[in-house]
């Protein structure tokens, strides 16, 4: 079943875009106070989201991926302050350097910092933040702030980095 194509509204304005990249989804945040009249429509290729806010606003984003993605298993949530887009990419495990096919930099894209991860490094950071814990756990004990706590069970990871 074909949803009916979104026009773009003489009177529109694109909607504020904070995205971040993962090794099987990309999310985008679409930035709009109290969201309505929601219209997505996810396109292996590209993306057209049209709605309004709680003054009547109307916003329209039109957005050509970076690389494909999987219409089915890619969707949208309305948040009170959001409309959220997770995107299930076509090729897993290939970082996306941006969002956009077009290596300009739209102005109402931004990067999520706050939820960026540089997952290509996933592993090494893993016992890079174990390695943290662990000197900072050895720190306190030598600093005469109380004992270790017992880390019996990270016996597991410690067999592991042979600690």
């Keep these: 079943?074909?949803?009916p194509k979104i026009v773009r509204p003489?009177?529109?304005k694109p909607a504020h875009a904070l995205w971040f990249d993962r090794k099987k989804y990309v999310t985008i945040n679409f930035m709009v106070q109290k969201p309505k009249d929601v219209q997505v429509d996810i396109q292996p290729d590209k993306l057209i989201l049209c709605c309004k806010n709680e003054t009547d606003d109307v916003y329209y984003n039109e957005l050509h991926f970076y690389d494909k993605v999987q219409i089915h298993d890619s969707r949208e949530r309305v948040y009170d302050r959001t409309i959220n887009v997770l995107l299930r990419k076509m090729k897993p495990d290939c970082?996306?350097?941006r969002?956009?096919?077009d290596p300009a930099?739209?102005?109402w894209i931004s990067v999520d910092f706050d939820n960026w991860r540089d997952w290509e490094h996933e592993d090494d950071e893993g016992k890079e933040e174990y390695d943290r814990y662990v000197d900072m756990i050895r720190e306190m004990a030598?600093?005469?702030k109380?004992?270790?706590?017992?880390m019996g069970d990270l016996s597991d990871v410690s067999e592991v980095f042979s600690i």
């Design 142 to 144: 030598n600093s005469d």
């Design 10 to 12: 003489e009177e529109s």
């Design 99 to 101: 969002l956009q096919k």
């Design 146 to 150: 109380g004992e270790a706590p017992d």
């Design 95 to 97: 970082a996306w350097p």
């Design 1 to 3: 079943m074909n949803k």
């Design 105 to 107: 930099k739209a102005s």
